[in-house]
Structure formats: structure tokens, C-alpha cells
């Protein structure tokens, strides 16, 4: 664990991390996980292989569900209906169905990520970029995985995530306003409630560029520039993670002051001595004396006292 802050960049890493699927028959019932078996027959590293349905035991899963899954609102249920009519109008391949089914997808492995980010540096600032969409996805369910193999020179998409090991590319989309969510939750996991500073935002990947104005190194001849223009899906996150301090070198810093404190103390205490000291000196050589000298409190300090009035 390392209490010096640093910057972390993920390019495209969040939509290569694993995932879990979660199912359930509809909105009062409960989550179910999918466990992957071997068929009958088959062995796990060959294939073919089967889902089942299991109650959710992974507290990693539990954790992630609740944090990442919102129901919907009537506005996003609105649009979803608009978005089957458009397709349907435009004559594009609707959303795969899942059967009647409610069907997820939840990025707990970018919440171990997070987890393990917050553990190891404490002081961090995160940027992440990624898709929040992919096109021609054909597997059923929310957040559903781009399976996409070349053939022939072409790209063909599966409608199953059941295919050869090795032989195509699986690519999830990102839930930035999930992420953002999640990278909290994990800060707030790792180091309690209320102890240092967290702050998240995400913005497209066209904003980005035009905020720190690197679109001009970007541009084309005619002024076309795919880093604005094009890549609408791409966009980047920044977490930052930070007011978290060492325990250890805290106390090393406590057991420091203390000892300054005493030292400050000791001096004070000396000094206070030394007025006292020159306050009887000033009252001694200033008391009138009969004859003799004025012995003060201290014999070190003996004065000739004044001569007596006439």
C-alpha cells in the first residue's frame, strides 16, 4: 500500500473485464446467478456448454447488484417502447429478447478492480476510457456483450457467449453513471464511511477534447476531426481518491509533535525561571538596605544595597 498520490489511465480496459449474469422472471422476484456447466458428456475447457440458474451466493455479486441495479423509470420504459417502433420503421434488428425474462449484466470485476485501486493507492486520480455503447450486439439482456469474431476478412457477430475459447473478441458496455456509483461504493468499502474525499464525473469522449483543446491536433485537412466527430459511444471517466492518510506515519508524525511539545514546554518552563530570576534581582537592588549588602534568594545574586539616607 502506497499513501503517495499517482495517476492511473485505463484505455479500454473496463469492457474486457468479466462480468455476471443475473436473471429473474420479472420485477418482485428475486435475482437468480448463471452458473456455466459443462453439457453432458463435455468437459469444461472444450465445450459444449449449459446455464443454470442459482440463487445469488457471491457477496461480490450481491454487493455490486445492489449498488449497479436501478429499476426503471417510466421515461426510460417510454423510451425503450419508442426505441422497438424506430427500429421497426427503419426496418432495423430489434434489442434481442430474453424470453420474458429480465436479464443483466454486472461489472463485478471492475468493482474488485475498484476495491483492490482503493486498497493499493488511497491517493489516486483515475481516468478511464471506454464505450458506453456497442452496436450489433445479438446476446439478450441489459449491458450485454458484443461477441464478434472475423470471418473471411469480416466481422460476425454470435448471439451467444458460447463460442470456441480464442475465437472471438467480447467486448461489454460501460454504465458510466454505474461506474461512477461503484467507484465510490468501493472507496466507502475499503475505508469506511466518511473518511477521505471522493469525487467522480464522465463526459464524451468530443467534450473531452474540446475542454482541454486538443481537438486542433486531432483535425483533418478538411477539417473533419473522428476524435469530435466520430467515436459518439467512446467516453472517459475521472475518479479522484484522496485525504487519506498512512496510520503509521501518523503516529510517527503524533509521537514527533509530542516530543516538540515537551521540548516547547521545557522551554517555556526555563524561561518563565529566568523572569522570576530577574524580578528578584530588580526587587533586591531596589529594596532599601540599613547597611551591608541585600542577600537576595539566591546567593549568586548578592548586591551592595544603596547607602543608607542621610
Same mark, same amino acid.
Given at each position: *500500500?502506497?499513501?503517495?498520490?499517482?495517476?492511473?489511465?485505463?484505455?479500454?480496459?473496463?469492457?474486457?473485464?468479466?462480468?455476471?449474469?443475473?436473471?429473474?422472471?420479472?420485477?418482485?422476484?428475486?435475482?437468480?446467478?448463471?452458473?456455466?456447466?459443462?453439457?453432458?458428456?463435455?468437459?469444461?475447457?472444450?465445450?459444449?456448454?449449459?446455464?443454470?440458474?442459482? &440463487?445469488?451466493?457471491?457477496?461480490?455479486?450481491?454487493?455490486?447488484?445492489?449498488?449497479?441495479?436501478?429499476?426503471?423509470?417510466?421515461?426510460?420504459?417510454?423510451?425503450?417502447?419508442?426505441?422497438?417502433?424506430?427500429?421497426?420503421?427503419?426496418?432495423?434488428?430489434?434489442?434481442?429478447?430474453?424470453?420474458?425474462?429480465?436479464?443483466?449484466?454486472?461489472?463485478?470485476?471492475?468493482?474488485?478492480?475498484?476495491?483492490?485501486?482503493?486498497?493499493?493507492?488511497?491517493?489516486?486520480?483515475?481516468?478511464?476510457?471506454?464505450?458506453?455503447?456497442?452496436?450489433?450486439?445479438?446476446?439478450?439482456?441489459?449491458?450485454?456483450?458484443?461477441?464478434?469474431?472475423?470471418?473471411?476478412?469480416?466481422?460476425?457477430?454470435?448471439?451467444?457467449?458460447?463460442?470456441?475459447?480464442?475465437?472471438?473478441?467480447?467486448?461489454?458496455?460501460?454504465?458510466?453513471?454505474?461506474?461512477?456509483?461503484?467507484?465510490?461504493?468501493?472507496?466507502?468499502?475499503?475505508?469506511?464511511?466518511?473518511?477521505?474525499?471522493?469525487?467522480?464525473?464522465?463526459? *464524451?469522449?468530443?467534450?473531452?477534447?474540446? *475542454?482541454?483543446?486538443?481537438?486542433?491536433?486531432?483535425?483533418?485537412?478538411?477539417?473533419?476531426?473522428?476524435?469530435?466527430?466520430?467515436?459518439?459511444?467512446?467516453?472517459?471517466?475521472?475518479?479522484?481518491?484522496?485525504? *487519506?492518510?498512512?496510520?503509521?506515519?501518523?503516529?510517527?508524525?503524533?509521537?514527533?509533535?509530542?516530543?516538540?511539545?515537551?521540548? &516547547?514546554?521545557?522551554?517555556?518552563?526555563?524561561?518563565?525561571?529566568?523572569?522570576?530570576? &530577574?524580578?528578584?534581582?530588580?526587587?533586591?537592588?531596589?529594596?532599601?538596605?540599613?547597611?551591608?549588602?541585600?542577600?537576595?534568594?539566591?546567593?549568586?545574586?548578592?548586591?551592595?544595597?544603596?547607602?543608607?539616607?542621610?
Amino acid at each position: *500500500r502506497d499513501y503517495q498520490h499517482c495517476f492511473l489511465l485505463m484505455m479500454e480496459v473496463l469492457d474486457n473485464l468479466p462480468h455476471d449474469r443475473v436473471a429473474r422472471a420479472g420485477a418482485g422476484s428475486p435475482w437468480r446467478q448463471t452458473v456455466v456447466l459443462p453439457q453432458a458428456g463435455s468437459v469444461m475447457a472444450e465445450g459444449p456448454w449449459r446455464e443454470e440458474l442459482e &440463487e445469488v451466493a457471491d457477496p461480490l455479486l450481491r454487493r455490486c447488484l445492489d449498488v449497479v441495479y436501478k429499476p426503471p423509470t417510466l421515461e426510460e420504459k417510454l423510451d425503450s417502447r419508442f426505441n422497438r417502433l424506430l427500429d421497426f420503421i427503419l426496418a432495423k434488428d430489434p434489442e434481442p429478447d430474453a424470453g420474458g425474462a429480465e436479464v443483466l449484466f454486472v461489472p463485478t470485476a471492475s468493482l474488485a478492480l475498484m476495491d483492490t485501486l482503493h486498497d493499493a493507492r488511497p491517493n489516486h486520480s483515475l481516468i478511464a476510457a471506454d464505450f458506453d455503447k456497442l452496436p450489433d450486439v445479438k446476446v439478450p439482456g441489459k449491458y450485454a456483450p458484443l461477441v464478434s469474431e472475423k470471418v473471411g476478412g469480416q466481422n460476425f457477430d454470435h448471439p451467444s457467449i458460447f463460442v470456441p475459447w480464442g475465437s472471438a473478441d467480447i467486448f461489454f458496455p460501460t454504465d458510466f453513471d454505474a461506474l461512477g456509483r461503484l467507484y465510490r461504493a468501493s472507496a466507502e468499502h475499503v475505508w469506511g464511511e466518511g473518511t477521505g474525499r471522493v469525487n467522480t464525473a464522465h463526459y *464524451r469522449q468530443g467534450a473531452v477534447m474540446k *475542454r482541454y483543446k486538443e481537438m486542433f491536433k486531432t483535425a483533418t485537412i478538411c477539417a473533419f476531426n473522428p476524435m469530435v466527430d466520430d467515436f459518439l459511444n467512446a467516453r472517459f471517466f475521472f475518479g479522484d481518491s484522496y485525504n *487519506r492518510r498512512d496510520p503509521a506515519l501518523t503516529a510517527v508524525q503524533q509521537a514527533q509533535q509530542a516530543a516538540i511539545s515537551a521540548w &516547547e514546554q521545557q522551554q517555556r518552563q526555563l524561561r518563565h525561571r529566568q523572569q522570576q530570576q &530577574e524580578q528578584q534581582q530588580k526587587a533586591a537592588a531596589a529594596a532599601p538596605q540599613g547597611s551591608g549588602a541585600s542577600r537576595g534568594p539566591d546567593a549568586s545574586v548578592l548586591r551592595p544595597g544603596p547607602p543608607p539616607p542621610q
